[in-house]
């Protein structure tokens, strides 16, 4: 099925959103530089998005897309518990390494939308619980529910704590060792308690 011109445009300008969110901020980037980036016309751009905020939420639901797709093509290679793990922080480390890497669109989406009931910090809550709840179906595989869902917390505190170092440009050593950190957990939480 051939996609339309109007999905076509929708897309293009989320495309556009996304990079320019990226580099400068939510609140920084207004709709009208949006609209010039996407070279759309004003009324394009509220057809498919009414308000300012129902684009930030879709550019974050495109970026969750993205991202969970990459994720599962990666837990295709992995053949144990301990190595999809593994390929999710080396996932990390090279997208660390990306020219274009400018830190989690969702904690700075966090960190201008702070109200937990606004659609945007939805948005945010909705990406972090579905890593955190993939970490966790790996992590039952090999261990109890309960003993999974409290380590996959952890290794998700760890991947934001990384993600943080890096932006402050210390990828390389957080990564190394926020991934030991989480293979040492796993490790112990394998074991009898």
Known sequence: MTPSPASDKRLHVVETAYALFKRAGFHATGID????????AKMTMYRHFPSKDELIVEVLDYRTRRFDDQ????????????QKIAKIF????????RPDFHGCLFAHALA????????VFKAVARQKNSLRQRLQSILEQMMPRGRAESAATTLLMLIEG???????????????DARKAALDIIAASRGPQ
């Open 33 to 40: 530089r949006i609209i010039a980036e996407a070279d759309v």
């Open 71 to 82: 994720l599962d093509r990666l837990a295709r290679e992995g053949t144990t518990p301990e």
């Open 90 to 97: 080396d996932w990390h480390g090279r997208w660390f390494r």
């Open 112 to 119: 201008e939308f702070g109200d937990p009931h606004h659609p």
């Open 162 to 176: 990384a993600t943080l170092m890096a932006q402050m440009g210390q990828g390389d050593t957080a990564i190394r």
